[in-house]
């Protein structure tokens, strides 16, 4: 993504609320990270860990805390959310492309699609009967969006995202490449040893400020609809099953799984590879911790977790050896106790 | 999916070998959840958790179990498996749309590919030389149908599907959007640290009536195929590696991993996210749970399982660190015994 | 994949340095699997649980090293790395198909894309402006390359392939169906409970012989590259988070996750399903075991583990509620050591 434009500190130090530490009229064309920077660029700093590589930086300046500002040689932009300056400045210069009104005319879109002048189709596309898409969308490359999809304001949807019959996006949604939005539930019912299939005719809704990662899944309704509200994040390959709700500014990280039915809270995040077991709440505010499974309704905010980091492999063994021989040991303490005369009541069922 | 016809519950009753309680004459266009329906739809009840939504439904009828009928207050369709009652009553009311014999012209057809004419060729399709396509099929748009595939009747083919060169695929199959039916086996042999590619000679066959889901990878064989017996109903974002062998009516949830060669019964079910480690066989009718993951054959049919359920933090945090001390504690209690005189006699090796 | 020629044995022996026991003028046309070979095929055996297939096989040859050579009753080729050596002649007999040079008319390429005259561009593929495609690429159907994608020689991309904006490949790259290679990051600042885009601005880098698997996404980098060095190999459904840097000769299998910032040794292998927790290091040569997750720097070469294998789900239940008692064992042991006057020193924290 080449820096479209040109932006003197001062301008943005007013624009975001920053003090400003340095010359004003410095022009900053460019993000870096701090230890491959080079003048024009600005960086920003939110850990200590980082602090050798601030004091050596080339950056022409750097997005900060007022923590960090004895270690800064260059000039400063201090704010207590230095990460949030940095992104909304990111975004200013090096911004999405603008849609380049039109349609490609490999593109292939069924007579009475409603798109608006402002939107761009781009090569190869496919749009279905009855869509609606909204101004200045982009539909990119190999994308497929079916019939009576909605698509709101100024939507991203990238090369060769699928958007099934009759799902509605909200307005500056992104869809990355690969990802599938409205696939049918995972709706079998079992007779005489087979399975015969529930037809899923809800469908999906996401919000505004939606992001879809590469080949994630998020699969339509049984009988209601999906729902995804505002400013949800959702990472790669992530399963999103029928009928789940996830809360607004909710943050889900990559292949997290979410079985059918699970309503999740706003500003939740599942980290890397967590899920939840489906048919089950989670209330609002609640961190999954990478690789944990939720296996029923969750009702205090807070963090959960249910990982057992690696060890080396013989170490493992043994610990889970161990592990199943709990039991015995249990036994050996309570005659122990026995023993001796301790009667301990132990709890019921142990 | 908007409904499609109309039936009378007298219909459906004599159809599906029903108990009708109400008048025959009522006409179902839809169906729907109990909370959510309006008169003209039909609703089911397997569950007594539902029990109000049940006493409280604006449905016109409602199918369920006789236990369930004391709480019914409208027309009821008494069966003693109402899921699947149900579940062939929505396919009746919402079916598939029928293949629209033909080629769309934006798809590219290889010179020579047998395909059948009532079968549908949607927008941007691409199918290769020898491909056969049976009656009524339906390729959606974007799907790319290799060389030498052979599709038998009724397949539906979603948007963005990957049929790899000289897959066969059985009657009926359902393969959703991004799906990759045959890509290249993980094979490499290694030699002097690098690794060198095993050419995957094998292929992929689906029996008839198998579902795949979205985003999901079924790897060709290395020297033989890999085969899904007919009835496998498979989830979102599932990777089944090569040389597998999956047994007739077995279920497997979103994002579930098989290793290669794993050989796997008829009526199995795997849960979300669960696995198996490759190179073993597991016999018919067992269940693994969510996220377990199945290391040596299994030949007792059952129920599997090794997840943990997520904790808060703090507590999960405590519950690792004594799992890493269980050697310690019982090393202490041999002592005790060695004291009180008391010679356990531990397991080899304990 | 049929058989595109045959060798003779002799000729085999020669070129890869293996001692032949049986008639040089014996004609290999292709590979097979013991159990399954029939005359003018060749197998291989590594594993002696498969002794008896070797006995019975009607395989014309097989390779082998010298401990299986008095159990073969067909010709042989000893070598004392027979997988590697049949994965080169499989490479022989089966290769892959050359590049017919040339644009299918479907293809849409953005005017001034530098395609090499050798290389092929199937139907429906989408090149962007400022592409660079070297000698005998392939670019499969319905695969979208983006703007400023540079191509090495002879990279395979097969069928609906993402190669996002300015990702370099090198050469004899192999990326399977539904890769997406150069989607963005999963970049968000917080800010008062919402969460603001970081533009992802790095780009992705993959060295030369990399193999992408099926579905797999691997992310550009926030500031700098994601950079996959030579010889990596990646299976199918794998996510690997921005500004990895994955080293040389490293196998990664299905449905891996590294978390952003992981950095990774040479000839590392990670096993199905396992992963790595980001902003993390990891020595050259280590082995990750199915499933488990790496969640701090690792320095030792070695094995790590982090599974626990699936059990009878009664089992399993009664082995997680021991778990969780631990803490009370351990008081009870303590408690009949101070009883028997034993003062227990436990280690800090216990």
């Not at 609606?132 to 100024?154: E, F, K, N, Q, Y």
């Not at 709990?326 to 009667?343: M, N, S, T």
Request: contains cysteine; glycine residues 12%; hydrophobic residues 45%.
């Amino acid at each position: 993504m080449a820096a479209s434009s040109s932006l003197s500190l001062g301008e943005l130090a007013v624009r975001y609320g920053c003090e400003l530490h340095g010359d004003p009229a410095i022009r900053i064309e460019r993000v870096a990270s701090l230890g491959t920077a080079s003048p024009g660029s600005i960086g920003f700093i939110v850990n200590a860990r980082w602090r050798e590589s601030l004091k050596a930086t080339q950056a022409s300046a750097v997005v900060l805390d007022r923590a960090m500002l004895a270690d800064c040689r260059v000039a400063a932009l201090v704010h207590r959310n230095p990460h949030a300056v940095f992104a909304r400045i990111a975004q200013e210069l090096h911004p999405l492309a603008p849609a380049r009104p039109g349609r490609h005319p490999s593109a292939v879109i069924a007579a009475g699609a409603d798109i608006d002048p402002t939107a761009e189709i781009q090569p190869l596309a496919c749009v279905g009967a009855g869509v609606r898409i909204g101004p200045r969308c982009v539909i990119g490359p190999g994308s497929v969006v079916g019939a009576r999809v909605d698509l709101g304001a100024d939507v991203r949807v990238h090369a060769r995202v699928t958007i099934c019959d009759g799902v509605r996006i909200g307005p500056r949604c992104i869809l990355h490449p690969g990802a599938v939005i409205g696939g049918d539930g995972f709706g079998h019912a079992q007779d005489a040893g087979q399975w015969v299939r529930v037809p899923q005719v809800g469908s999906v809704v996401l919000g505004a400020d939606v992001e879809v990662g590469c080949n994630t899944a998020i699969d339509r309704g049984a009988l209601g609809d999906t729902v995804i509200e505002d400013g949800v994040k959702i990472d790669n390959l992530v399963q999103v099953g029928h009928n789940c709700r996830i809360g607004a500014h909710t943050a889900i990280a990559g292949k997290v799984g979410l079985a059918g039915s699970t309503i999740v809270g706003k500003r939740c995040q599942f980290a890397g590879d967590s899920g939840a077991a489906g048919h089950l709440t989670i209330c609002d505010d609640v961190i999954v911790t990478a690789r944990a499974v939720v296996t029923s309704s969750i009702d205090k905010p807070g963090m959960y977790s249910s990982l057992f980091p690696a060890e080396p492999a013989q170490d493992w063994r043994r610990f889970v050896a161990e592990f199943k021989r709990i039991a015995r040991l249990r036994a050996r303490v309570k005659e122990l106790e026995r023993a001796a005369g301790r009667g301990h009541v132990e709890e019921s069922g142990s």
